[in-house]
């Protein structure tokens, strides 16, 4: 399927997923808006490096997804926003009692609110467009618990509900928001837990993957961030135009549980 002609905004899309996300919708034609809190060179190289493989305009917008008006700014900035994926995230692990309150409210800013922010925004271009997609990263974390991930559990579950009220919202517009709700992708944000886990729990490298950070995930491997891209470009075409305000799972079964 073609997306030429559509300009895909992705948030937080310097790395993992949201960068899986970038080359995928690239790849089907769309052109592409990154994003970051950072302003470096290498993130500018990468808008660069895509543009050239693919053939598509790319862009890299830098702004904080932990700041209201910079998320408003960012998409007024890219002026036109076909697709909107709402992926920056960050997150922490501790006992609520012991979770710093900055932590919380950064995650809240960055893994829920930053979507409020930015669709506000997005809807009038799509609704102006006369079409539009919003595919909000969820996780697994949005349909179930874990503890000690009290500030992710509650913003992932918060932006399934999100979802769910944009797509009532938009129901008799040809525009749709639907979740994807990944299990353990093997991202940087993954990456960096093997080292600390190896480490506590005196285990090797695979058995750490295996019996910790694959420990739900029945399928016993990680999803890919290509799997992730080419998810949110089905919920781009036209085959998925009736699928709205749901949840689609990538998670070898986690949920199945
Ligand atoms: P990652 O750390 O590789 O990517 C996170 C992205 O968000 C990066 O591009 C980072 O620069 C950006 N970001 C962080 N804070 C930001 C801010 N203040 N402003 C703008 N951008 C910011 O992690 P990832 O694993 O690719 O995670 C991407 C999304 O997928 C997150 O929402 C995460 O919760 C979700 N997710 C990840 C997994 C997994 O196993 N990796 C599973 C389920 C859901």
Same mark, same amino acid.
Request: aromatic share 6%; proline share 4%.
């Given at each position: ?17 949201? /960068?899986?996300?970038?080359? =995928? ?15 470096? =060179? ?7 490096? &895509? ?14 997804? *932990? +700041?209201?008006?910079?998320?408003? *700014?960012? &998409? =007024?900035? $890219? ?28 995650? &809240?800013?960055?893994? /829920? ?6 669709? $506000?925004? $997005?809807?009038?271009?799509?609704? !102006? ?7 909000? @990263?969820? *996780? ?5 618990? *874990? ?21 009532? !919202?938009?129901?008799?517009?040809? @525009? ?17 837990? @093997?080292?600390?886990?190896?480490? !506590? ?9 295996? +019996? ?13 961030? =290509? ?20 949840? @689609?799972?990538? +998670? ?6």
């Amino acid at each position: 399927m073609s997306l030429q002609g559509k300009t895909a905004v992705i948030t937080g899309s310097n790395s993992g997923i949201g /960068l899986g996300v970038a080359w =995928e919708l690239a790849r089907a034609g769309a052109d592409v808006v990154l994003n970051s809190f950072t302003d470096d =060179e290498a993130d500018h190289a990468l808008a660069e490096q &895509i543009a050239k493989e693919t053939g598509v305009a790319v862009r890299y917008i830098q702004a904080d997804m *932990s +700041d209201g008006a910079a998320c408003r *700014s960012f &998409i =007024e900035q $890219a002026g036109q926003c076909d697709i909107l994926i709402n992926n920056a995230g960050v997150q922490h692990v501790a006992p609520i009692q012991d979770f710093p309150v900055e932590k919380w409210d950064a995650i &809240i800013a960055i893994d /829920l609110s930053s979507a409020f922010h930015t669709t $506000a925004v $997005a809807l009038p271009l799509m609704r !102006e467009a006369g079409w539009g997609r919003v595919v909000n @990263i969820a *996780s697994a974390h949005g349909l179930t618990a *874990s503890p000690y991930k009290s500030a992710y559990v509650a913003a992932k579950h918060g932006i399934v509900g999100l979802t769910k009220t944009v797509a009532l !919202e938009t129901a008799e517009e040809p @525009i749709t928001c639907n979740a994807i709700c990944p299990g353990y992708v093997l991202t940087p944000l993954v990456e960096a837990q @093997i080292p600390d886990t190896m480490k !506590e729990y005196g285990m090797d490298r695979d058995t750490v993957i295996r +019996d910790v950070l694959l420990a739900r995930q029945p399928s016993k491997e990680f999803a890919t961030v =290509e799997q992730l891209g080419s998810t949110a470009v089905f919920l781009c075409s036209d085959a998925a135009a009736q699928i709205t305000g749901t949840t @689609i799972s990538v +998670d070898g079964g986690w949920t199945a549980l």
